[in-house]
């Protein structure tokens, strides 16, 4: 593994990226400083470098936020879906014209390689699209009653002003999972992005103005401080929403504010995904697979194979040509040309890897490939395979969140499935077997939203994505994501002939 400077040229391409994009909180369809001055500072995680200052809210501002969010959200309920539709494809385009800009901004202020930041902007520009298609399609019914005394108009209306909470792995895309869904339902929001990636918001922000979305239906304030904005905002009686994504122990903070005004919520919690490989596997392609739902984002996804479940016959081939392969990878500043692997977000997260790595070892696991920290500025740490792993070391138990491939091996079916449900998270999983039935009988028999068989990245805007257990409520994409936002309405009709 080796690190090389960044190519030059690609500095002024980030200053002017980063000139671009706005540094206040987006109020009422109009940027503005925080309300007492201050601001925080984003990191580039690779260099350590700080990249600019962004306004940090106060209690004061998200309170301004939820009154634009409520002032606006009758007349956008009421403009037509086919406008609101409108908006978001013309905000689709324009993500795939300013692409490079918005994947700068994600590597610089998030890590990951530049190559992926472009994915990123694909995956998640594609729920602009999705939902602009959904947003005209939303359809309610009208039937008769069984005693035909009743006429039953069902109506799906927008739940009402929303507060959405973004985690920093995938800037863009978890934004947009909920952004779009809203829009196309007519409901209004106030976003708080991540601490640590607030630019990719801001940037997408102004998108979305630009795209034509009217004053005060989108509000942003990024801040120091989360309970500052979560705070004054959930304790708002017209507030009717809450859409988390990010940590299981955050979640359940939240989901018991929200219980105080009955709000609805949804919840992308984390995950502690298996990846099994059973003896009838393509072996190639299950260890192609697993660098997929392991190495993509160095790790740090809640859809992570967090532990490899291999069974005994062929774990030697799969150790071994994973090996390779995690041995090939290139890691460095996401910004230069065939890095693979960038570093991780910030320091606790690059020490938190490292003590995973040194509890599976104290309990006896063996390292196949990395185990270390990078070397040098930036929270680097080497893709990690460790074998033998004991049932009960932490990185089996908990989510890793890094670039950690611990693999155990099993010997039966019934070993297989109750490994994998051994864990209170229930989001992403993934099966590899040539056996057709034996990959559908798992999928059935195994506690997760997500299943992704012979295949290592399921996300699809057309999908719906969501966990079970401890890993969430509710469902982002597919046609289930625009129910978030919607809330159902029955009018009972007197029937004609009753
Ligand atoms: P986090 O829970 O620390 O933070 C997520 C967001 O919540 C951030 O915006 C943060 O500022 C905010 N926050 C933190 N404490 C808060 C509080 N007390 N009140 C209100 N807001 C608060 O999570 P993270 O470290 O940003 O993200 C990583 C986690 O997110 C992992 O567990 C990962 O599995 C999960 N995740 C889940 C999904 C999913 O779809 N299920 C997707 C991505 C990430």
Known sequence: MEKAPAPTGIQDQIARVLEKTPR??????RWRDSSDGSTFEVENPATGEVIASVASATRGDAQAAMDAAADAQESWARTPARVRSDILRRAFDMVQDRRDDLALLMTVEMGKPFTEAQGEVKYGGEFLRWFSEEAVRDYGRYVDGPEGTLRMLVARK???????????????????????????????????????????????????LDAGLPAGVLNV????????????????????????????????????????????TS?????????????????DKAVAGAMAAKMRNMGEACTAANRLLVHEAVAEEFVDKLA??????????????????????????????????????????????????????????????LRNVPRDARAMCEEIFGPVAPVITFATEEEAVE???????????????????????IGDRIEFGLVGLNVGVISNAAAPFGGVKQSGLGREGGAEGIAEYTTTQYIGIEHPWG
């Open 158 to 208: 927008p739940v009402g002003p929303c507060l959405m909470i973004t985690p920093w792995n995938f800037p863009l895309a978890m934004a947009t999972r909920k952004i779009a869904p809203a829009i196309a339902a007519g409901c209004t929001m106030v976003l708080k992005p991540a601490r640590l990636t607030p630019l990719t918001s801001q940037y997408f922000a102004q998108i979305m």
């Open 324 to 385: 390779e392969k995690m041995a090939a990878l290139k890691i460095g500043n996401g910004l230069d040309a065939g890095v693979t692997v960038g570093p991780l977000v910030e320091a606790k997260a690059r020490d938190a890897v490292e003590q995973f790595v040194k509890d599976a070892v104290d309990r006896g696991a063996e390292v196949v490939v990395g185990g270390g920290r990078g070397d040098g500025p930036g929270y680097f740490f080497e893709p990690t395979l």
């Open 24 to 29: 206040g909180l987006l109020i009422n369809g």
């Open 419 to 441: 490994l994998a449900n051994a864990t209170e998270y229930g989001l992403a999983s993934y099966v590899f077997t040539e056996n057709i039935s034996r990959g559908l009988r």
């Open 267 to 283: 919840m992308e919690l984390g995950g502690n995904g298996p990846l099994i490989v059973f003896e009838d596997a393509d072996i």
């Open 221 to 264: 304030v990024p801040s120091a401080s989360a309970n500052a904005v979560s705070g004054p905002i959930m304790a708002d009686p017209r507030l009717r929403k809450i859409s988390f994504t990010g940590s299981t122990a955050v979640g359940k903070e939240l989901m018991k504010v929200a219980a105080d005004s009955v709000l609805r």
